[in-house]
């Protein structure tokens, strides 16, 4: 697949052709306010840092209506569990970015792999394009290169887009994207040099990354028995702020509502830090204190979604957890630290 | 010396001595953060660890937190909110007085992230604090000074009680703070129709999350199991239901009825932003009309919502 380039000029007739015959989502708004929503293509913004939340809740809502009955018994399948199908709709979504892309590829490992498809995640990706905008200025609290992921990275995305000078660059990744650029009238470039020169240049802005490589090699148990867990945690409230804005956290919790009129099963996000997350029928909770909580969060993170995932951490250093942590708990002071455990071990 | 520095050292100073004279096992302060505007909560048990507390514009999270339920004696650093928080926590037996040391900061206020993003959108890679009245926030091209008063948190522009006085030991000279919150926006808001108020709380919480980190940073939400978190029976529902969000809020508000010290931790630590004190305001004044209580202002005062008088105003009751 060669790439491509859409000129300034011709930009809203490209955005016309993605949201044609399906929504454009595109990040809108500032700070805290930016995500992605339903845009006009003649007001897609490129000068946005990301946005606040994940994208993952556009697969995999916050809260997400499975099944549901009714207990009229006059009407047929009383009481009987009906599913809602998936919601899934033609979408494509531009300005993604490429730390949430790979956080979206490792989830999609979990809701579809060799032993389980979720349909409702499935219906939902396969009706989606997702047009990543690789960063030419990473945030400060990026380090999507420490984790092994690049600011021009491809994972998870269709289309890599790119802004070039004021053009905006394009590189087909599957065929799903290919097809949608070819549609869109993008003519056709060689720009593999300028997109090597450029991701240099953003990769450089995030200083030399440290090397957890440490992590990969360390055995478990050793990392999992290392004292430090009881410092890491001590000052962790246990709220759920680092997995819900997580773009790769993807734990659940189902539930069934019911009314007079009937019942829904949901199924809404859950999380770790949570003493409910793991408190048995009997009482017995296997993660009693936030020593194993948050152990548990890190582990997950940097050293079983690896062995899970072909080495691929479960960390796409986006940074979201760092920034908005009340007490600033840095998933890389974490990382250093079981780096260190790991060099004792060696 | 800029005040903040000598701040910083009188805090390091008092916890090594603590610790070396068997006062406290732990002082629980602040260590500097790693990303610009942000401190961690630390809790140093030697006397290098104790090089690394810190006072800061951005000391948000009320250390009180980490008391309740807490063995052996602790020492913490508190601003005048606090240690009226810790002080609260003993009137309500979580902690022993006798056991507990405060490090009290006269506070002149802590920094509202938010405001200072919405002066200097550019992305912040550090900032100086140097100055007693001002920081300096730095980034790719760009050196920008920002007024401390415009900054405020709006809890810390209200602040009554900015020095811990009963506080153990004062590091720093006393502040005066606000003459006196008059509460014009929540009378205000009390003054509206039921319908205007719960449109105005619907609106207010419509970006909640149920991450339920107000309440885990609230010194006052110390419940072993919190009522929503509950399985048997299950009071509230799971998913982003907006009742269930506002049932969420309203119970917690009326669960720190008269114990709330105006902290702002809830604030600082909501990852969207939702004035959480507006609830808690809501029942502070309430409780001050009613029983002109202040929470944390004595160690032997009895919360009100403890107590039984005679005389109460209300009818029900008597």
Request: aromatic residues 8%; hydrophobic residues 35%; contains cysteine.
């Amino acid at each position: 697949m060669s790439e491509y380039i859409v000129k300034e000029n011709a930009l809203v007739d490209f955005f016309k052709s993605l949201a044609s015959g399906r929504r454009l989502l595109t990040p809108q708004g500032l700070g805290d306010k930016c995500k992605l929503e339903e845009t006009p293509p003649d007001k897609v913004n490129l000068d946005f840092s990301n946005t606040h939340m994940s994208p993952k809740s556009l697969l995999f809502p916050q809260t997400e209506a499975l099944m549901a009955f009714h207990n009229d018994a006059s009407k047929p399948q009383a009481f009987v569990y009906q599913s809602l199908g998936d919601k899934g709709e033609p979408l494509a979504v531009f300005g993604i970015r490429p730390c949430d892309a790979k956080g979206l590829s490792i989830a999609n490992k979990v809701f579809q792999n060799d032993r389980f498809t979720d349909n409702y995640w499935k219906g939902k990706i396969d009706q989606a394009v997702l047009v990543g905008l690789a960063c030419d200025n990473p945030s400060p609290q990026c380090f999507c290169a420490a984790m092994g992921g690049s600011p021009f990275g491809e994972a998870g995305l269709d289309v890599l887009a790119f802004r070039q000078g004021k053009d905006l660059g394009l590189k087909p990744l599957t065929p799903k994207g290919e097809e949608l650029v070819k549609a869109s009238g993008a003519q056709t470039a060689n720009l593999a040099d300028a997109i090597k020169g450029l991701e240099a240049e953003a990769v450089k802005s995030q200083g030399v990354p440290p090397d957890y490589k440490g992590i990969d090699n360390a055995d478990l148990m050793a990392l999992f028995n290392d004292p430090h867990w009881l410092a890491t945690a001590e000052n962790c409230l246990n709220c759920g702020v680092c997995t819900f804005f997580c773009p790769t956290c993807h734990c659940f919790d189902i539930q069934d509502e019911t009314s007079e009129k009937g019942g829904v099963r949901m199924r809404n996000w859950d999380t770790c830090m949570s003493w409910l997350f793991t408190v048995h029928g009997t009482g017995h909770n296997p993660r009693p204190s936030k020593t194993e909580r948050v152990r548990q969060r890190f582990m997950h993170k940097l050293k079983y979604i690896p062995l899970k995932q072909d080495g691929v951490r479960g960390c796409t250093g986006c940074g979201r957890c760092v920034a908005m942590c009340p007490v600033n708990i840095d998933i890389r002071s974490v990382a250093l630290k079981m780096t260190q455990t790991a060099a004792s071990q060696a | 010396m800029p005040a903040l520095t000598d701040i910083t050292n009188k805090i390091r100073e008092s916890a090594k001595k603590l610790l070396a004279s068997g006062q406290a096992e732990v002082v629980i302060g602040y260590r500097q953060g790693t990303i610009p505007m942000t401190t961690s909560p630390f809790f140093a048990r030697t006397a290098d660890e104790c090089d690394l507390l810190v006072w800061s514009n951005f000391a948000r999270i009320n250390l009180a937190n980490y008391l309740p339920g807490r063995a052996g004696k602790v020492a913490m650093v508190a601003k005048g909110c606090d240690a009226r928080s810790a002080i609260g926590q003993v009137t309500e037996n979580q902690i022993l007085k006798d056991n507990l040391y405060i490090i009290g900061v006269p506070c002149t206020g802590m920094i509202d992230t938010n405001l200072v993003v919405a002066k200097e959108a550019r992305p912040i890679r550090e900032v100086v604090e140097t100055a007693d009245d001002s920081i300096t926030v730095k980034g790719q091209g760009f050196s920008t000074d920002i007024k401390k008063d415009e900054v405020l948190r709006r809890n810390c522009k209200t602040c009554v009680n900015r020095t811990p006085k009963l506080a153990n030991e004062l590091v720093g000279q006393e502040v005066n703070g606000a003459a006196a919150d008059d509460f014009a926006d929540i009378k205000a808001l009390l003054a509206k129709t039921p319908a205007e108020r719960m449109g105005y709380f619907k609106d207010l919480i419509k970006d909640c999350l149920r991450c339920y980190a107000c309440r885990n940073a609230c010194p006052l939400c110390y419940c072993p199991v919190c009522f929503v978190d509950e399985t048997r029976p299950q009071w509230l529902g799971k998913s982003t239901d907006p009742m269930d969000t506002m049932t969420f809020h309203l119970l917690r508000g009326l669960h720190c009825a008269g114990r709330c010290t105006s902290c702002g931790a809830c604030e600082t630590a909501c990852p969207v932003n939702i004035k959480v004190r507006e609830f808690n305001r809501v029942m502070e004044l309430t409780v001050q009309n009613n029983w002109n209580y202040e929470p944390g202002l004595s160690w032997d005062q009895k919360p009100p919502l403890t107590m039984f008088q005679t005389d109460d105003a209300a009818d029900f009751i008597k």
